[in-house]
């Protein structure tokens, strides 16, 4: 089974992904993922790849797709893939329906998680990361006693900065937040549309919890 899981930054894609990868037995690839194995692989594509990144330049479209062409065709993917984080764009998506043809391989479901923007951003205005084991949690796990205390780790000071271990990263601050969802509104959503209109697509309200939403998905992909 392939499946493209879609969605708003926050609504829990990344939660999603592990369940599937371990229900379903897909292999989870992000562009995130993809982009560091073809690094560290050293091959020709992964070279041209790594070109890009030192010049602090955006990866192509086109090299982004032939990122996941040679991903998606390896060994350990033979058995169903979960594609995360691509097509963001509407070029990206006719670009992925496109080699998936010339491949001989499709989409059997694009799961697109959706949730309100105000409950996205109560979410993720919410969360806070520990700089020492890099847990993600809200806030309300924190002690009233200790607040820069990670309750996972224990730890109360990052040994670099000697600043609380827990902190509120930049990227989960309501301006950030807003232009995120705003590029998703505008990109993203439009891709989504693309993929629909080509093969099987479900729309997930994701404001449960995340067993909810598993259980949502389960159901989806029967």
């Known amino acids: ?31 995130g993922d993809m982009l560091r194995l073809a690094v560290t ?12 990144m030192t010049t602090g330049e955006l990866v192509s479209d ?9 991903r998606i065709q390896q060994p350990d993917a033979a058995g169903g893939w979960l594609l995360d984080g691509f097509p963001r764009t509407e070029a990206q998506a006719e670009g992925l329906a496109e080699m998936l043809g010339q491949i001989g391989q499709t989409i059997d479901t694009v799961l697109i998680i959706m949730a309100p923007n105000e409950v996205i951003i ?3 205005t919410s969360r806070v990361t520990c700089r020492v084991c ?5 806030r309300k796990e924190l002690s009233p006693d200790r607040p820069g205390a990670c309750p996972a780790c224990g730890a109360e000071k990052d040994p670099v900065t000697d600043g609380p271990a827990v902190f509120h990263r930049d990227d989960d601050k309501e301006r950030t937040i807003r232009r995120r969802l705003d590029v998703f509104a505008q990109q993203t959503l439009a891709a989504a549309g693309i993929l629909e209109k080509r093969f099987r697509s479900v729309r997930i309200q994701g404001t449960g919890t995340p ?7 389960a159901d989806a992909l029967e």
Do not use: C, F
């Not at 692989?41 to 890009?52: N, S």
């Not at 086109?62 to 040679?70: K, Q």
């Not at 067993?211 to 998905?217: F, G, H, K, L, R």
């Open 122 to 124: 109560d979410r993720l």
């Open 62 to 70: 086109d090299l982004m797709m032939e990122l996941v062409r040679e």
């Open 1 to 31: 089974m392939n499946v493209v899981l879609m969605g708003p930054p926050g609504v829990g894609k990344g939660t999603q992904a592990r369940y599937l990868t371990r229900d379903q037995g897909l292999v989870h690839i992000s562009t």
């Open 134 to 138: 890099g847990k993600i949690m809200h």
């Open 211 to 217: 067993d909810e939403v598993a259980a949502e998905v």
């Open 41 to 52: 692989t050293g091959t020709p594509l992964g070279r041209k790849v790594a070109k890009v």
